[in-house]
């Protein structure tokens, strides 16, 4: 579980977050929605600390992430999984070699024993036989897979995923939501997700949180959010369906 308290954040005089009060739970996938700009991106990295908040209290089933040290910190990160935007592989490594990286950072463990961790997660993302492939050489749902098995190489409590949608179609996208939300039970993590897909709402929205313009308007679950009555929430799921619509039929 991980619990914001106010979180403000401003770069110099602009103000993005206005004070985010919220509780991502244990064992389920907590989506943060809301359109371009209103401020995901930047309340994911507030929590995992690569923007620091400018005031507010961030916590770990408890922890406070502000008081936090260099040292827990950095104990921390290593039970937080990434899914950022885009994949984000290296280009230049093989697919193994990509989902070795967190173990090879951050771990002692022999190459064997790295190697065998490797092929679990390969095998739970689905994805045999692509060891020795470049990313550039499998298909941009199985990047998207690959980066999945690297985020859960070191069998993180924390997973937070950027946009794990975008640039897939909408077939693809459902498999990657479905992966998300099936690790997120397995081993109970407490997964956010950032997206502004209607279809990955009302597939795997077990908690969701509505921010515009950085704040936060309404939370609640899929099944709460067909019978809400929130102007700019409205706006949002009309836009998102009238947008799956134009790339449906232009197919
Ligand atoms: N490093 C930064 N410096 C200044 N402004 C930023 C920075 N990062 C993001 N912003 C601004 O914060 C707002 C929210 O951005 P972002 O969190 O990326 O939105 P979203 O992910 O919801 O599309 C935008 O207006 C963006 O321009
Ligand atoms: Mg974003």
């Given amino acids: 579980m991980i619990e914001t308290v106010d979180v403000i954040k401003s770069f110099n ?6 004070g985010i009060s919220t509780v991502f739970e244990k064992g389920r996938t907590n989506l943060i929605i809301g359109q371009s ?7 994911l990295k507030s929590l995992v600390g690569l923007h620091d908040v400018t005031s507010g ?3 770990y089933d408890g922890r406070s992430f502000n008081k936090m040290g260099r040292k827990d910190r950095k104990a921390l990160r290593q039970e937080i999984g990434m899914l950022f935007q885009g994949s984000a592989l290296f280009d230049s490594m093989t697919v ?47 990047q998207k897979r690959v980066a999945i098995a690297r985020a859960i190489a070191l069998n993180p409590q924390y997973l937070f995923c950027d946009e ?15 992966l998300i939300h099936e690790i997120t ?3 109970n993590m407490t997964t956010i997700v950032n997206t502004h897909d ?22 609640g679950t899929k099944d709460e959010i067909v019978h809400v009555q929130n102007e700019q929430l409205e706006d949002f799921i009309f836009a998102s369906k009238l947008f799956q619509k134009v790339r449906e039929n232009s197919k």
């Avoid at 679990?120 to 020795?132: F, I, P, S």
């Avoid at 794990?164 to 479905?178: A, H």
Wanted: with cysteine; glycine share 8%.
């Fill in 198 to 219: 209607m279809n990955s709402v009302m597939g795997i929205g077990e908690k969701i949180m509505f921010i515009y313009e950085g704040e936060k308007h309404w939370e």
């Fill in 164 to 178: 794990p949608n975008s640039g897939l179609d909408p077939r693809t996208s459902i498999v990657i939501d479905e």
């Fill in 37 to 43: 700009g209103s401020g995901k991106t930047v309340l």
């Fill in 13 to 18: 005089d602009k103000l993005v977050l206005k």
């Fill in 96 to 142: 193994e070699e990509n989902v070795r990286f967190p173990l090879d950072m951050l771990t002692n463990q022999s190459l064997e024993e790295k190697t065998a961790r490797v092929n679990e997660c390969l095998d739970r993302v689905k994805l045999e036989n692509a060891n020795r492939k470049l990313p550039s050489e499998v298909s941009g749902g199985m």
């Fill in 57 to 59: 209290e961030i916590f």
């Fill in 185 to 187: 039970h397995e081993f």
